[in-house]
């Protein structure tokens, strides 16, 4: 694979420059089908009702490995790939690095291919590119299809700022939009004959700020209000407020939820406002499997880090001043985190729902200068350079080792499900949070 780094870093680099939001990453995902397809993968696209979701595939019947791709782009985060915080101008940036995550899992499939192809190996390898995991839960819509149905085992990693394979943690997750309508009136000379959207929506507020004390520990609510009206002497007839819920477990969620839902209709009632909401996205939180991670932690530990060069080390120095440490911490680079049987939960991914559909496993490398969070003009940056690049090459790699074990290690294939199937309790039944409502393709529009 060394010798295709330039090949892939010119389609991660594309990528990074067409910067599409989630739901619209029409030239990112076309490109990466274009890779695929003149590998002789067989591409299905537009699936689940998503015009920038597909199914690449070669080789037939069983075991069928899935490797996941992402390649949405955040709003706001538009980033030069230069040490100092400079636009570039366009309306989003690659700031979780999916760019780099949907090149590298190209890369790996089409190498596992490639190994398949010389020693007629049995079997077929998959790649699914998903849309909009960044609020969109694309994937959601994936597994509410049924497109990992026939799936043994599905692979992914993440961009981050080290290397590492440890047992996966997110939280399950609901957002939804709640918008009230009210009378709109002069403020001053007729306040009487208006009803305010925005006291809909600070009531609602209030209420959800009272329940945090009567909810279960750990569980988050965020809010912002998206719409609160446009003049003080207005009375606002529309406003909005994006809610999220999120908790380690999906059930909790869907609880709090209801409940954000009944905290809506009582302060549309005592406003005289009325209220309806839209759900957004929905994810479950990650199942863990030890036994994948722990192949997989052993192939990344056979790759093993990199070395930045004497120009990668000047700008990750110069980005390591704009995060408050005086140098890049180059050991973290070069090195794999010692494996972690246990995961903590911060943020939410649709890889969830996946992970609750067939026995998942994940990783990390480092495309970022470490100390750089996810979501950050610095994480944009570096993920514009050869040091994206090397990172990316680094998950490419253990993603391709870990789908060749799969192919020819039965028995590791059986412990996995077998794991996967205990976790996952006798009696379930996947719910997707989202409910059953279409695709949110506009939700970046
Ligand atoms: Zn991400």
Redesign the pocket.
Known sequence: MENKTSFYSTIAMEIWEYAEMGFLEENSAGLLQKTLKDEGFTIKSGVAGIPTAFVAEYGSGSPVIAILG?YDALPGLSQMAVPEKTTAGKAAGHG???HL?GTASTAAAIATKNWMKSKNIKGTIRFYGCPA??GGSGKVYMVREGLFNDVDVALHW??GATNGADVGASLANKSAKFRFYGISAHAAAAPDKGRSALDGVEAMNVMVNMMREHIPEKARIHYVITDGGKAPNVVPDYAEVYYYARHNYSDVVMDIFDRIVDAAEGAAKGTGTTMEFEVLGGVHELLPNQVLQEQMYQNLVRVGGYNYTDDEKVFADKIALTLGLESANLNTISTIQPYQAEGKAFGS?DVGDVSFAVPTVGMRAATWVPGTP?HSWQAVAAGGTSIGEKGMMIAAKTLALTAVDLFQNEDLLMQAKAEFLERRGDNFIYTPLLGDRPPALDYRK
């Open positions: 992402e979780c690095g999916h995550f995991e960044e993440h961009p991914t996810a």
